[in-house]
Nanobody, 120 residues
Framework: HVQLQESGPGLVKPSQTLSLTCTVS??????????WSWIRQPPGKGLEWIGY???????YYSPSLKSRTSISRDTSKNQFTLQLSSVTPEDTAVYYC????????????WGQGTQVTVSS
């Protein structure tokens, strides 16, 4: 079965760019018709969907984060990457990568999550 694993720095300074990578095993990120998302959960708050990159390579972002978000992929490594620019302490959260089918938002596979703290 597919497994997802997030990696990246746990501490980012304000105004810098947060960069996280999700490494996928047990399945290809180019397999029809899977969508690969980034989702976060700030402390004491609910889950917030950030955006996805589809099996085709197309991307779509949450309107509230679109101006600061970029999701890309490296198919040779079976990885996809989140970049969130101009971070503030409000971007402190546990960040997850996840997979759903056809953009259904029924995420059947999740990474374990990684804590990112924005602080000087």
């Amino acid at each position: 079965h597919v497994q997802l694993q997030e990696s990246g720095p746990g501490l980012v300074k304000p105004s810098q760019t947060l960069s996280l990578t999700c490494t996928v095993s047990g399945g290809s990120i180019t397999t029809n018709y899977y969508y690969w998302s980034w989702i976060r959960q700030p402390p004491g708050k609910g889950l917030e969907w950030i955006g996805y990159i589809a099996y085709s390579g197309s991307t779509y972002y949450s309107p509230s984060l679109k101006s600061r978000t970029s999701i890309s992929r490296d198919t040779s490594k079976n990885q996809f990457t989140l970049q969130l620019s101009s971070v503030t302490p409000e971007d402190t959260a546990v960040y997850y990568c996840a997979r759903d089918l056809s953009g259904s938002e029924d995420f059947g596979s999740w990474g374990q999550g990684t804590q990112v703290t924005v602080s000087s």
